[in-house]
């Protein structure tokens, strides 16, 4: 019987389990979508960080940063977005927008905040739109 546990495990070996990161953006993916947001990228990655997501509601680009807690006895998941991390994706923003010929577009920067707890099937998710503006040398793109 272990040797059939064996070949089972090799030809079926069991999927990773997402991280809770990957679990809240994926519920923040639908949730947006629910509200009609179009995804048009996700874990977009350049050489300033990573944007979690980039979608268009209406005509407008959002980018989307999705912080993912618990709980909120270390504060608000919202909180974790500071000034730093703003410029981040402030810069892959802009990178994003000239990449992809958008600078003429109407732009926000979104926060998803998601609590998790591991005794609940399912978070509790707070949209929180205009959430920053563009951080750089006098608040333009840099």
Known sequence: MQWLRGLLGQLFPPRPSR?????????????????GFTIVARQHQDRFGELDIVAVQRRTVVFVEVKTRRGDHLGHPAE???????????????????RHRLLECPVRFDVVAVTW????RRPVIQHIPHAFEAVGPDNLFA
Not at 82 to 94: F, G, M, N, P, V
Not at 117 to 120: A, E, F, G, T
Request: aromatic share 4%.
């Open 117 to 120: 707890p591991d005794d609940r």
């Open 19 to 35: 991280t809770l990161g990957q679990r809240g953006e994926q519920a923040a993916v639908s949730y947006l979508r629910r509200r």
């Open 80 to 98: 974790a977005v500071d000034e730093d991390k703003q410029r981040r994706i402030t810069r892959s923003a802009l990178a994003y927008l000239r």
